[in-house]
């Protein structure tokens, strides 16, 4: 039997949250739809968010998370290795700390709630 798959990739397109997105207040929530690992082996999510969030001038309902030091830090302190498919995220950037070294970017840190079904 023949089969044939089609993609595009806008349907794939989701920006990271990237340190710049992140003031103190902002927040998000959405599901993880994926799981992949960035060029440093690092692993990332996409998450299908509730509310869209502006990014760059546009609106996005599906963003990438997980390259943020503050962010693995959250998931650590909530005894959580590794989020998964389904997992519903609550994330609020509670304070932005400035960097310690010369080079070194702030880091956003956050307030995570995790619900696992």
Do not use: H
């Not at 998000?28 to 739809?33: D, F, M, R, Y």
């Not at 998931?75 to 609550?90: G, Y």
Request: net charge neutral; with cysteine.
């Amino acid at each position: 039997m023949t089969q044939v798959f089609v993609g595009r990739t806008a349907d794939a397109e989701a920006p990271f949250l990237s340190g710049a997105f992140w003031k103190p207040g902002i927040s998000v929530k959405g599901t993880v739809s994926k799981l992949f690992e960035d060029k440093e082996k690092r692993m990332c999510y996409v998450l299908d968010l509730e509310k869209p969030v502006e990014i760059d001038g546009a609106e996005w309902d599906r963003v990438s998370l997980g390259n943020l030091a503050g962010f693995v830090m959250a998931l650590s302190a909530a005894k959580i290795e590794r989020l998964r498919v389904r997992d519903v995220l609550e994330l609020e950037c509670e304070d932005v700390k400035a960097p310690t070294k010369e080079g070194y970017s702030p880091r956003p840190n956050f307030n995570l709630k995790l619900t696992r079904a």
